[in-house]
């Protein structure tokens, strides 16, 4: 029970703004030193509780903010991809399934061939889930893209006459 408290107040500063930077020490230490929050994480998937272990997926699916992030949490989750319990990786991979596929494939890509029908059969889920959002992405940038090109047309054909240089040039009206 002391073990999971330890890592639970772990993961619980690490959740907070710092996302996937450094913890300071506690204790003595040089200044400026600490300990990378990936590097706690990765301890924290091979702790012998479960739940620790499913804490740290957890906490590494709220760390992926920014693509750097996105990018560390995937390397680290691909632990917990290899972890004995089926639950733990069924959590790894719905988290890997919230990460950009650019991070996130190669990991999903090994997981299809786990021991486990069950991890098997959610990633070829979250597979077809991410790859429908990404046509649905691509179908918005086309809309949006038509979109623009018809505001243009209608800016093109909203202008004067007088900015065509195959029609005459109107004449000045005299001050009748």
């Given amino acids: 029970m002391k073990s999971r408290v330890v890592w639970l107040l772990l993961l619980a500063l690490l959740a907070g703004p710092a996302g996937c930077g450094k913890i300071p020490f506690v204790g003595k ?19 012998k509780n479960p739940m620790v272990r499913k804490d740290a997926v957890r906490v590494l699916g709220e760390m992926i903010d920014t693509p750097e992030n996105q990018m560390r949490s995937a390397r ?10 089926e639950e733990i990786r069924l959590e790894a991979v719905k988290t890997l399934g919230a990460i ?9 890509k090994d997981a299809l061939n786990d021991r486990s029908v069950k991890v098997r059969m959610l990633v070829m889920q979250v597979i077809r889930q991410m790859n429908e959002k990404r046509i649905a992405d691509a179908k918005q940038r086309e809309v949006e893209k038509e979109r623009m090109k018809d505001a243009e047309k209608e800016k093109e054909a909203a202008q004067p006459a007088t900015d065509n240089p195959l029609l005459p040039a109107p004449q000045p009206q005299s001050g009748q």
């Fill in 29 to 47: 230490k040089k200044q400026g030193e600490g300990v990378h929050t990936e590097e706690v994480l990765k301890q924290a998937l091979q702790d």
């Fill in 76 to 85: 680290v989750l691909s632990i917990a991809l290899k972890d004995r319990d």
């Fill in 100 to 108: 950009e596929q650019a991070y996130s494939n190669r990991y999903l």
